[in-house]
C-alpha cells in the first residue's frame, strides 16, 4: 500500500463556499477512499473510486480520479460549519491496508 | 451503514498497568481488522493488520510483545497494551472490514492516557 498526499494542509472558507482538496499518489491503484475525521473521533468513509472510474457523486460531494497524473480531487459544494473536519484520501490496492497521510484540515467559518 | 463499537473510549491508568481495548463489529463479518496509532494533529499511523483465526502482522517498528493483538471471531479484535508507559499514552483507533476491497469502518477510537 502507498501513502496518500493530501493538498492544502489547511483550508478556511466560509460557509456557503465550495471546498476543493487534492490526493496525489505515486504508483497504480485499484481504487481511492476519501475520509473524514472529527476532531477526537475515528474516522468516517465517504466515497470510494475505483480506478476505472473518473467521476463520482454522493450528495455534496463530487470526487475525481485522473490515473494518467496519479491525483484525486474532493469537491464539498455548499459547505456547512459541521463539514469543519480532517479530510484524508487513502489509495487502495489488493492488500486491504491503507496508509494515511497527513489530511487537509478543513475549516468552515459560519 | 456497517457500525463498529470501539471501547472504552476513555481510560486513564497507572504506569505499569495492562489495558485492553476492543472492537466489535455490529452488523458485518470482519474478515480483516486494523489497530491505528494517531498522536495530537498527527495522522493515523498504521500499528497492526488482524485476520480472523491467525496471528496479527505488525508494521515495522511495532512491538508486537507491547502491543497484543487477538482476533478470535469475525466479530471481535482486542488491543491490549502491556506494562503501559507515559509515552504509550495516545488516541487508538480500530477499523475493520469484510471480505472483497471494501472500505474500512473505523470506531470512534480510545484515549489513553497513563500516569
Known amino acids: 500500500s502507498q501513502q496518500g498526499e493530501e493538498d492544502p494542509q489547511a483550508l478556511s472558507i466560509q460557509e456557503g463556499e465550495n471546498a476543493t482538496m487534492n490526493c496525489s499518489y505515486k504508483t497504480s491503484i485499484n481504487n481511492l477512499q476519501w475520509y473524514r475525521q472529527n476532531s477526537g473521533r475515528g474516522l468516517v468513509h465517504l466515497i470510494l473510486i475505483r480506478s476505472n472510474e473518473r467521476e463520482k457523486h454522493s450528495g455534496r460531494l463530487r470526487v475525481t480520479l485522473d490515473t494518467s497524473k496519479k491525483s484525486s480531487s474532493l469537491l464539498i459544494t455548499a459547505s456547512r460549519a459541521a463539514d469543519t473536519a480532517s479530510y484524508f484520501c487513502a489509495p487502495g490496492d489488493s492488500s486491504y491496508k491503507l496508509i494515511f497521510g497527513s489530511g487537509t484540515r478543513l475549516l468552515v467559518r459560519p | 451503514g456497517a457500525v463498529v463499537s470501539q471501547h472504552p473510549s476513555w481510560v486513564i491508568c497507572k504506569s505499569g498497568t495492562s489495558v485492553k481495548i476492543e472492537c466489535r463489529s455490529l452488523?458485518?463479518?470482519?474478515?480483516?481488522m486494523f489497530w491505528y496509532r494517531q498522536f495530537p494533529k498527527q495522522s493515523l499511523m498504521l500499528m497492526a493488520t488482524?485476520?480472523?483465526?491467525?496471528?496479527?502482522?505488525?508494521e515495522q517498528g511495532v512491538e508486537k510483545d507491547k502491543f497484543l493483538i487477538n482476533h478470535a471471531s469475525l466479530t471481535l479484535s482486542t488491543l491490549t497494551v502491556t506494562s503501559a508507559h507515559p509515552e504509550d499514552s495516545s488516541f487508538y483507533i480500530c477499523?475493520?472490514?469484510?471480505?472483497?476491497?471494501?472500505?474500512?469502518?473505523f470506531g470512534d477510537g480510545t484515549r489513553l492516557s497513563i500516569l
Open positions: 452488523d458485518f463479518q470482519a474478515t480483516t
Open positions: 477499523s475493520a472490514t469484510g471480505p472483497g476491497n471494501q472500505p474500512q469502518h
Open positions: 488482524s485476520n480472523e483465526g491467525s496471528k496479527a502482522t505488525y
